[in-house]
């Protein structure tokens, strides 16, 4: 098992050395110049040829990428060119924002999902089946702008129950208040294809010999279905979950924008807009090594859920 | 594999039926399934409201004011007094209408300070023609009014400035904040997404075919290459490496979206061509294939590809859906397409500010156009994935 956790992190080596040489490609190779990006900030001659010197764009291709890698060993990436916060700091301020939305909200999304998929998968093809898929394929087809738009006017603005937008000091201020209605649209948007999804991971095992046995011997219809089969459905249900949680990041951030919660998906939109290099290349950067972490995570669950299942 | 080679046909000799091959069964289980016919047609009718868009057969004049400022829709209305004319003798859509005409917005509107001047004059002089003529060309503003409308981005040409007792009151799907018909609009942006969609899906699904049928033909080095490649990719969440992209690019355009989609998005496909080259390049057939002397490029894409060429069908067409949602969020958020055309995601940030003041129409356009055609993809998808895999279900 630790052979095998090692053996993995040692792999995320040359994935994660193609990000950053992907990344540095991006932005210091295609990208060009950023001098001349910050001369519409900074009027100054001599500030731009200080940046640049700061920045090693001067220097060649292999001296500079040697500074990014160091950037991001060191968890360093010096100050925003739009607002001179700590890239650090930016981190540190805004990630507990979006995962105050992201985390209730994925376990809200996960219970309700499993349990409208075990209903129509009890009742497979029958017209509450149908009629759920339906209702889901309909609701994926709408754009996420549109909940956002359309929710935002008539519960926030129109019917007065949740804060238009804005984010306050305290936890529960966050959570109750300000939090509320990001997660209800969240919801909405994911639940149609985490639906689908489930019930095709439960129909997979519904009609399998084991099923009939548990039947057979006479258990309730709750036992058959929130016990057998849904222990074995937990299975790819866990390996979607940890590929979602990368998504706690940056995934949210339409409705962060539209609310203006100081998260990180809009601190990346932001930083696009201002064309604001550092910011976007330490975000992307650290998503990135969370995803692979996160994609072994999901194997060694994997592993705990299904004793059958042979690391190799 | 008999269709995929016609060389010759033994069956038609002996007086045997030739066999329907691979594509003519399941376009007919395709024909079998109603929703599926369904989709296809509505996918169809948007395909065809795409290319006459295209060629300016409709929606051409989409960048002329030819109503007045927030126009209401009428569509609606007018059904419902059709309906209810019967029972009542004179429809109350009149007065109904001039109570929604919405106040006029000084600023684009009313910008000519000479108007009274000239409907007085215009009144004096029996309503000639030659005197609106002189009038407007007396006109000190004009020159002023043509170069700021030149630099809010309508330029084109194709503005033409209707006069302005001859803007629609109301039009059947209502106007926007310069007065110019939704329903063009939201036809031009139907035009943006397929175009989008379509050539997005076409680059993404190339590339994705052609690396993955290398890595899973070959195997070995190459793959593991093409596998550490694919896994730079896929490591970086989709959003955000479409955002640093953009962020990148700075150029803003169809073709800019179409390449940031199709570099980035290429990863689900070469997957699943990977996998399937890995299958069948141990079949007998390209054994076979290998000892008649088939080069490598023959056996890959003249022997296999046919065999494989469904799968990649259903993901060109998940493609399609991904990437008409994808642009409109990039268009949303101002990374799209530019001011010089229209997308349904630039009419959604439009209409984000017109709903507050109510009014509704532009997003109640966009929104339906593009939920039709997407669920309408999105079912056919999964008809075509059902009637060219029957094994599945």
Not at chain 1, 234 to 252: E, W
Not at chain 2, 14 to 34: C, H, K, N, Q, T
Not at chain 2, 64 to 72: G, L
Request: overall charge neutral; charged content about 15%.
């Amino acid at each position: 098992m630790t052979a095998y956790i090692i053996r993995r992190l040692w792999q995320i080596v040359p994935t994660m050395a193609g990000v950053i040489l992907l990344i540095f490609l991006l932005f210091n190779v295609v990208g060009g110049d950023p001098a001349y990006l910050l001369a519409g900030k900074i009027s100054n001659a001599e500030q731009i040829a200080n940046i640049r010197k700061q920045l090693g764009i001067d220097e060649p291709y292999w001296y500079q990428l040697l500074l990014f890698v160091k950037q991001v060993v060191t968890f360093d990436f010096g100050q925003s060119w739009s607002t001179n916060e700590a890239v650090s700091s930016i981190f540190a301020t805004r990630l507990p924002n979006s995962l105050l939305i992201g985390v209730p909200l994925l376990i809200l999304e996960t219970i309700i999902a499993i349990a409208i998929a075990l209903v129509v998968a009890y009742k497979r093809g029958s017209l509450t089946d149908r009629s759920v898929m339906v209702s889901c394929t309909v609701a994926q087809s709408i754009s996420i702008l549109v909940y956002i738009i359309v929710l935002q006017y008539v519960l926030a603005y129109k019917l007065g129950w949740f804060p238009v937008q804005g984010w306050g000091n305290g936890f529960f201020e966050n959570l109750f208040k300000y939090a509320a209605l990001p997660i209800i649209i969240a919801l909405a948007v994911s639940l149609a294809p985490n639906i689908r999804l489930y019930r095709t991971f439960l129909l997979d095992e519904v009609n399998q010999d084991y099923v009939r046995t548990a039947r057979a011997k006479g258990l309730s219809e709750n036992r058959v279905m929130l016990v057998h089969v849904l222990r074995n459905a937990a299975i790819p249900i866990i390996t979607n979950l940890m590929i979602q949680l990368p998504g706690l990041l940056v995934g949210l951030f339409l409705i962060e924008r539209f609310f203006s919660v100081p998260g990180i998906g809009r601190e990346v939109i932001l930083a696009v807009e201002r064309s604001d290099f550092p910011v976007i290349k330490a975000i992307t950067v650290y998503v990135a090594l969370a995803t692979m972490l996160a994609n072994l995570l999901a194997d060694l669950l994997y592993k705990a859920v299904d004793p059958r299942v042979e690391l190799k | 594999m008999s269709a995929a080679h016609p060389v010759m046909n033994p069956a038609a000799d002996i007086g045997i039926e030739r066999s329907p091959g691979l594509w003519s069964l399941a376009w007919r289980r395709l024909m079998r399934d109603r929703v599926a016919v369904a989709s296809l047609i509505v996918v169809v009718a948007f395909l065809l409201l795409a290319v006459a868009s295209m060629f300016g057969w409709v929606a051409k004049n989409w960048n002329s004011e030819i109503a007045v400022n927030y126009a209401p829709p009428t569509l609606f209305k007018s059904l419902y007094a059709a309906a209810t004319e019967a029972t009542k003798g004179e429809g109350e859509k009149g007065p109904e209408v001039e109570g929604l005409a919405v106040q006029r917005q000084p600023i684009v509107n009313d910008r000519d300070p000479l108007r009274s001047i000239l409907d007085e004059l215009r009144a004096q002089l029996g309503q000639g023609a030659e005197g609106v003529e002189e009038i407007k060309i007396v006109d000190p503003l004009a020159d002023v009014i043509a170069e700021l409308k030149k630099k809010l981005g309508r330029v084109d040409g194709a503005i033409e400035d209707v006069g302005e007792d001859k803007k629609a009151p109301h039009l059947a799907f209502g106007a926007d904040k310069w007065g110019r018909s939704v329903w063009d609009k939201v036809v031009k942006g139907t035009e943006t997404s397929l175009l989008v969609g379509f050539a997005a899906a076409i680059l993404a699904t190339v590339i994705g075919t052609l690396l993955g049928a290398v890595a899973g033909y070959f195997g070995g080095k190459t793959d593991d290459f093409l596998n550490w490649f694919y896994s730079i990719f896929n490591s970086i969440p989709y959003i955000l490496l479409v955002l640093a992209i953009a962020a990148v690019l700075q150029k803003k355009g169809v073709l800019t979206v179409v390449l940031i989609l199709g570099l980035t998005g290429w990863t689900s496909i070469f997957r699943v061509v990977r996998a399937e080259y890995m299958k069948h390049k141990a079949r007998d057939y390209v054994r076979a294939a290998n000892a008649i002397g088939a080069t490598h490029m023959r056996r890959m894409f003249t022997h296999i590809f046919p065999n494989i060429s469904h799968v990649v069908l259903v993901q060109l067409s998940l493609y399609v859906v991904i990437f008409i949602k994808s642009e409109v969020i990039l268009s949303y958020l101002g990374f799209g397409v530019g001011v010089d055309t229209v997308s349904w995601g630039s009419m959604l940030n439009e209409a984000q500010n017109e709903l507050i003041l109510g009014y509704w129409w532009q997003l109640a356009a966009a929104t339906l156009f593009m939920a039709v055609l997407v669920t309408a993809f999105s079912l056919f998808t999964d008809a075509l994935r059902d009637a060219l895999d029957p094994k599945l279900k």
